[in-house]
């Protein structure tokens, strides 16, 4: 399992830049590290000195670099949906087919690229994964995704299940299963082989991501008033997907640290402005990587106490909004819903008080 | 309807300021304007002067302005999805979910912003909508969507039509649409009113984003070379979603032009360094956006010579591919695949052979 770090900031702010930089100082330092591109143009290759491909290839020692592309991805991605289509489905028909004809929809990027990292970590051949995504809420909605995906799967589960769709429906599934299907299938269609692999998937993802020490997020700015408050912003929202941010990098710092205030607690790290192609002293410039531990937490629950604290830096009380439609509890900010699922002592029970404090919202139960 | 104006460019390079200059600008000419912002966080406010919101505001008479948000824009479409629902099932379930609780999975920003625009569009309030969106790839995909969509449509309905499996499937679909659905269903599970529904939409999107009159983007960049870069690589793949691209803005340009020989054939307009706060000479040096339908067009067909030109600048021959996987010809450039619907003269037609040329990528049936 590898560290991965990625960075969140406004376009401009050199967040390649500094990604490149991070990740030749940890190559320097003995970790073997891949720097996953996100962007497809020609931008991050003149950064680079050598354009990137779709295959893995070094940089330097211990460097490499790839350039995540969507249309490559998802040709393989279609390969493995064709393989367990041929294992599940009696009469396989996605097989004809091919991964060579297929469009990119919104929203394939974020899947295949996190599907992409999720394997180059798995893969066990990299102490340190740095992503040089989108940056933005792109990013955050993509490393939000296993948490989301899995509160839909979760919801419609049991709606479906109690609904008399589910009970109009069931007397069919059995008879459709053995006629389609090659294994044999229970009536909940939630609990079936893919469905159950598809869900394992995505816990694992959530828990990385609610880790520290092996997803962390930098912000980047720029001491221009636009970037400190993306900046700012992209810090509360990140919270909302459960994405512990470590620290802020203030790149082409010129003036007196003033911005520093607006990111308390966080570590500030400031990088002056630097000739190109000299790497060195925008590498010893850098933040400590590994302090993302100490950080705020999105969340914290207290369950002896009946309390959960979110923390949301950057938003006032009219910014955020609670409710409690559903079964779980949800909470609205930075135009992310973040459905919050709680341990059993507190699951369903309601909502008796909230108050935003020194950018915490405290939550009792 | 109206006209749709959006820009693309590295971030950075001013593209929301020379939005609200172009929104300013039409609205000062006597044209009903809404400036449709995408950007979540609170960069657009500090320049605007205002902080926008999900309902169009007026900024200055002629001149309203509406932030895209996801999460307000799900709610919406949820309670459509209900209406439908309530239309077409005899058993509603999804009425048990609240809008309230959904999370904003990746892609679905992109669904909801193209839908919010197409209702703008529809509702004949505005002679001009000027999109800031995220102005990269991803606008390009948001962009690409109908056709996209409107491919995997006609694929998938043919295949599984074909297939075993849509044989296997066939004799429980009478049975299971009587015991839901409320409106009597074919076998072909495409051709039911609301795919039917769904498919129109998308025909339209497509046209209005083939029509340069209806929707054209420019190019954003500075003198910076990785902006550059940006920009011709998005001109190209621009081409790849059917959107015709009608000039470059060289904002911030202090040189000597010499950045436009990579947008031949494109007219340039280039913007001095202005003072924050004073928007006429931003204005006045903006070009004349009706000029897109001069511009080279993404595709033109030939059926006499047998012919289909793309335009594909910023490409070289290495970075196009060309396939014939499936019953389409396929065009792959700039991470992104071009599937090319072509009339019934040469549909289904081998290719004989393919060019290279000027730009166009030629190719022969």
Redesign the interface.
């Known amino acids: 399992m590898a560290q991965i770090l990625t960075f969140l900031g406004?376009?401009?702010?050199g967040r390649t830049t500094i990604a490149i930089a991070a990740a030749r100082r940890f190559a320097n330092r003995g970790k073997r590290v891949l720097l996953a591109i996100q962007?497809?143009?020609?931008?991050p290759g003149?950064?680079l000195g050598i354009v990137p491909g779709a295959e893995p290839q070094e940089l330097i020692p211990n460097l490499k670099v790839v350039q995540l592309?969507?249309?490559v991805l998802l040709e393989r991605s279609w390969e493995e949906v064709k393989k367990l289509e041929a294992q599940y489905?009696?009469?396989?028909?996605?097989k004809?087919?091919?991964g060579?004809?297929?469009?990119?929809?919104?929203?394939?990027?974020?899947?295949l690229v996190l599907n992409a990292i999720r394997e180059y970590d798995a893969s066990g051949q990299y102490d340190v994964i740095v992503f040089d995504g989108?940056g933005?809420?792109?990013t955050l909605?993509?490393l939000?995704?296993p948490?989301?995906?899995s509160?839909?799967f979760r919801?419609?589960r049991k709606?479906?299940a109690?609904?008399?769709?589910?009970k109009?429906?069931s007397?069919?599934i059995q008879?459709?299963s053995s006629?389609?299907l090659n294994v044999s299938w229970t009536e909940d269609i939630f609990n079936q082989p893919m469905a159950q692999q598809a869900n394992n998937q995505l816990e694992q993802g959530k828990q990385a991501i609610a880790d520290p020490n092996r997803v962390a997020a930098y912000l980047i700015t720029t001491e221009d008033?636009?970037?400190i408050?993306?900046a700012?912003?992209?810090w509360g929202?990140a919270q909302q997907v459960g994405l512990t941010v470590g620290g802020v990098i203030v790149n082409r710092a010129t003036g007196d640290g003033a911005e520093s205030e607006e990111f308390e607690p966080l570590p500030i790290s400031r990088i002056p402005i630097q000739s190109i192609n000299d790497w060195q002293p925008l590498i010893d410039a850098l933040p400590d990587f590994d302090q993302a531990s100490q950080a705020p937490r999105p969340i914290a629950v207290n369950v002896a106490e009946r309390k959960v604290s979110l923390f949301l830096p950057g938003f006032d009380k009219k910014q955020v909004k609670l409710?409690q439609?559903?079964p779980?509890i949800?909470v609205?900010a930075?135009?992310?819903?973040?459905?919050i699922s709680l341990p059993s002592e507190l699951s369903g029970k309601p909502v008796t008080g909230a108050k935003f404090q020194d950018s915490f919202l405290i939550i009792s139960f």
Chains 1, 2 share one sequence.
């Open positions: 406004k376009g401009g702010v962007e497809a143009g020609p931008a003149l950064i592309q969507a249309t489905l009696r009469t396989p028909f996605f004809e087919v091919f060579q004809e297929l469009g990119v929809l919104p929203g394939m990027d974020s899947a989108v933005d809420q792109a909605r993509m939000g995704m948490e989301i995906a509160w839909y919801r419609f709606v479906f109690d609904s008399d769709l589910g109009a429906l007397p069919f008879p459709i006629a389609v008033a636009g970037a408050a993306t700012k912003y992209l929202a409710t439609y559903g779980e949800t609205e930075g135009d992310q819903r973040h459905n």
